[in-house]
């Protein structure tokens, strides 16, 4: 017998043993036996833990169950939502998805379920699956007389973020229910920035409901369309603070010199989550008016509005706050001394980068993870090479934090000791991260590196950052890759190979992506149709593409 490879454990003992078993950690042990095995003979044994007094136990054989994948175990999973710990309920919900389109249709019949915290996360597994089907059974759903059930599926197809639902959402804005129609604002931040859908959003601005405004609003600012500015000006007057602080909020992303006056009037709000949100908005804005404001907010009381307004100085970066910054007590607030080290350092202060630099390799890993953090807000070329090292990390979150963070500051000096990490670091959440860096940073050198990620990676989310980060490069040595991974068993890979093929302009692509037009994904087929639109209207006349 080969003592390196000892018998399975037959899977009667394994029962047995997971029935008798008193300690939660032999038992956890037995579910993932159980899970590797994947035989669905366990599926009635593991449903029977929902009633288990464990929370480990219970959130353990959600798990166990999604791993297996057996349809039987859909109904359990969906009473499991209603479990009263979160952990639970968390691992139902992605069971539910890896099972796939054999759930749509029971989550379906139970989406209007009186709690919104089962709807939201019902809709999440939709949203997740995201098939032709699923969209199809969703828009049905929009038109049932239940308000939680239309609520449920204005959800979900916000997250599927499909333009096929986009004429039945803006139907939603004139439903009686105020919960529908302040899900569907919602949905429709989520869709393409058309004219009709701005215009529409803008005019819910006025809906009597403040919970619709807060929708339009937020909405309006991720669609990022400067028509929606002078709108969300005139909201933050609104009489609702619930309403002002997310109008404000919006305005974070449609960047405009016009907002700075109207925001800094926020300052002086009598609510404290409006006066968060403005220092917050300041902070991203970026503009040089804001800094005297916000040096008299650091005599605010409130430590989570000090915090931020410290954090919108450094962001800023205007020299002019280093004096107050260096200066500023932190012994009234012990937990903002990080904060204020972070911002000093995006100021450029010397001494702030040598502290932040040696707190990179302290034995604490949260220290070692804010470290990482500052370096990345101040994108400082020096922080490179301490970021190198931190790629070598014994936490693989280290390594991961630390590679999105060398990409953020874009050095081609980070290029060797990513790719070397994209070969060898056994996490895949450290391979995306370093291959989405590679993307960002743009250096050719690692388009090889990355077309072997994209072929031979087992992991979908790398192999699906590979293609983005290739798209991104815009090296044409990765079309004909990318066009075999068109039929990747993942939806995730076709769709992310199926927009780079639109990114790098080569029209040898479109015959493959037609093919697309037809998947099973929604999100693969608007992928591929975007990418064709593309390729044809850069494409010559006399190219032969119809």
Same mark, same amino acid.
């Not at 804005?173 to 569907?184: I, K, N, W, Y």
């Given at each position: 017998?080969?003592?390196?490879?000892?018998?399975?454990?037959?899977?009667?003992?394994?029962?047995?043993?997971?029935?008798?078993?008193?300690?939660?950690?032999?038992?956890?042990?037995?579910?993932?036996?159980?899970?590797?095995?994947?035989?669905?003979?366990?599926?009635?044994?593991?449903?029977?833990?929902?009633?288990?007094? !464990?929370?480990?136990?219970?959130?353990?054989?959600?798990?166990?169950?999604?791993?297996?994948?057996?349809?039987?175990?859909?109904?359990?999973?969906?009473?499991?939502?209603?479990?009263?710990?979160?952990?639970? #309920?968390?691992?139902?919900?992605?069971?539910?998805?890896?099972?796939?389109?054999?759930?749509?249709?029971?989550?379906?019949?139970?989406?209007?379920?009186?709690?919104?915290?089962?709807? =939201? =996360?019902?809709?999440?597994?939709?949203?997740?699956?995201?098939?032709?089907? /699923?969209?199809?059974?969703?828009?049905?759903?929009?038109?049932?007389?239940?308000?939680?059930?239309?609520?449920?599926?204005?959800?979900?197809?916000?997250?599927?973020?499909?333009?096929?639902?986009?004429?039945?959402?803006?139907?939603?804005?004139?439903?009686? =229910?105020?919960?529908?129609?302040?899900?569907?604002?919602?949905?429709?931040?989520?869709?393409?920035?058309?004219?009709?859908?701005?215009?529409?959003?803008?005019?819910?601005?006025?809906?009597?409901?403040?919970?619709?405004?807060?929708?339009?609003?937020?909405?309006?600012?991720?669609?990022?369309?400067?028509?929606?500015?002078?709108?969300?000006?005139?909201?933050?007057?609104?009489?609702?603070?619930?309403?002002?602080?997310?109008? /404000?909020?919006?305005?974070?992303?449609?960047?405009?010199?016009?907002?700075?006056?109207?925001?800094?009037?926020?300052?002086?709000?009598?609510?404290?989550?409006?006066?968060?949100?403005?220092?917050?908005?300041?902070?991203?804005?970026?503009?040089?008016?804001?800094?005297?404001?916000?040096?008299?907010?650091? #005599?605010?009381?409130?430590?989570?509005?000090?915090?931020?307004?410290?954090?919108?100085?450094?962001?800023?970066?205007?020299?002019?706050?280093?004096?107050?910054?260096? =200066?500023?007590?932190?012994?009234?607030?012990?937990?903002?001394?990080?904060?204020?080290?972070?911002?000093?350092?995006?100021?450029?202060?010397?001494?702030?980068?040598?502290?932040?630099?040696?707190?990179?390799? !302290?034995?604490?890993?949260?220290?070692?993870? #804010?470290?990482?953090?500052?370096?990345?807000?101040?994108?400082?070329?020096?922080?490179?090479?301490?970021?190198?090292?931190?790629?070598?990390?014994?936490?693989?979150?280290?390594?991961?934090?630390?590679?999105?963070?060398?990409?953020?500051?874009?050095?081609?000096?980070?290029?060797?000791?990513?790719?070397?990490?994209?070969?060898?670091?056994?996490?895949?959440?450290?391979?995306?991260?370093?291959?989405?860096?590679?993307?960002?940073?743009?250096?050719?050198?690692?388009?090889?590196?990355?077309?072997?990620?994209?072929?031979?990676?087992?992991?979908?989310?790398?192999?699906?950052?590979?293609?983005?980060?290739?798209?991104?490069?815009?090296?044409?040595?990765?079309?004909?890759?990318?066009?075999?991974?068109?039929?990747?068993?993942?939806?995730?890979?076709?769709?992310?190979?199926?927009?780079?093929?639109?990114?790098?302009?080569?029209?040898?692509?479109?015959?493959?992506?037609?093919?697309?037009?037809?998947?099973?994904?929604?999100?693969? #087929?608007?992928?591929?149709?975007?990418?064709?639109?593309?390729?044809?209207?850069?494409?010559?006349?006399?190219?032969?593409?119809?």
């Amino acid at each position: 017998m080969n003592e390196n490879n000892p018998p399975e454990i037959p899977l009667e003992l394994l029962l047995v043993a997971l029935r008798t078993s008193l300690d939660d950690e032999t038992r956890i042990a037995i579910l993932i036996k159980l899970a590797m095995l994947g035989d669905s003979r366990a599926v009635e044994h593991l449903v029977d833990l929902f009633d288990d007094p !464990s929370v480990l136990i219970r959130s353990g054989a959600a798990w166990a169950l999604g791993e297996i994948g057996d349809a039987r175990a859909i109904q359990s999973l969906i009473h499991a939502l209603h479990d009263e710990d979160p952990d639970v #309920q968390d691992e139902a919900t992605v069971a539910l998805t890896k099972i796939g389109e054999p759930a749509i249709a029971p989550i379906i019949a139970v989406l209007g379920d009186p709690d919104w915290l089962v709807r =939201s =996360s019902l809709a999440t597994v939709l949203g997740d699956i995201g098939t032709v089907t /699923c969209v199809n059974a969703l828009l049905a759903a929009l038109r049932d007389p239940n308000p939680h059930l239309r609520d449920g599926a204005a959800d979900a197809l916000g997250l599927i973020g499909t333009r096929r639902a986009i004429p039945a959402l803006l139907d939603l804005l004139h439903d009686e =229910s105020t919960a529908v129609r302040a899900r569907a604002t919602l949905a429709l931040g989520f869709a393409e920035r058309e004219r009709l859908v701005v215009e529409a959003l803008i005019h819910a601005l006025k809906d009597p409901t403040p919970e619709v405004r807060t929708g339009a609003a937020l909405s309006l600012g991720m669609l990022s369309d400067q028509v929606a500015l002078e709108a969300l000006l005139e909201v933050l007057k609104d009489d609702d603070p619930g309403v002002v602080a997310p109008a /404000c909020m919006a305005l974070q992303w449609i960047p405009d010199p016009r907002t700075v006056p109207h925001v800094v009037q926020l300052l002086d709000h009598p609510d404290t989550w409006v006066r968060l949100n403005a220092v917050q908005t300041l902070g991203f804005l970026k503009d040089h008016r804001a800094v005297e404001p916000l040096l008299k907010m650091l #005599q605010e009381q409130d430590t989570e509005i000090l915090d931020q307004v410290i954090w919108s100085l450094g962001l800023i970066g205007d020299r002019r706050a280093v004096d107050a910054l260096k =200066s500023f007590d932190t012994g009234l607030h012990p937990e903002l001394s990080f904060s204020r080290q972070a911002a000093l350092l995006q100021l450029g202060d010397e001494e702030a980068f040598s502290q932040i630099e040696k707190q990179i390799r !302290s034995a604490d890993v949260a220290a070692r993870s #804010q470290a990482i953090m500052a370096f990345e807000e101040a994108r400082d070329p020096r922080a490179v090479k301490p970021l190198i090292g931190a790629l070598l990390d014994s936490e693989w979150e280290i390594r991961s934090d630390a590679a999105s963070a060398l990409g953020h500051i874009g050095s081609p000096e980070a290029v060797p000791p990513l790719l070397e990490t994209v070969r060898q670091d056994e996490v895949p959440e450290v391979r995306e991260s370093a291959t989405l860096a590679l993307g960002e940073i743009g250096d050719e050198q690692a388009v090889p590196n990355l077309i072997q990620l994209l072929r031979q990676d087992d992991d979908a989310r790398v192999r699906g950052t590979a293609a983005e980060a290739l798209g991104t490069i815009g090296d044409t040595r990765a079309v004909r890759h990318l066009i075999a991974v068109l039929l990747d068993i993942n939806a995730r890979v076709r769709e992310y190979a199926a927009s780079a093929l639109g990114m790098l302009n080569d029209p040898s692509a479109v015959p493959a992506l037609t093919l697309l037009l037809k998947d099973n994904y929604v999100a693969v #087929q608007e992928a591929a149709e975007e990418a064709i639109l593309k390729l044809r209207s850069n494409a010559p006349p006399d190219d032969g593409i119809t």
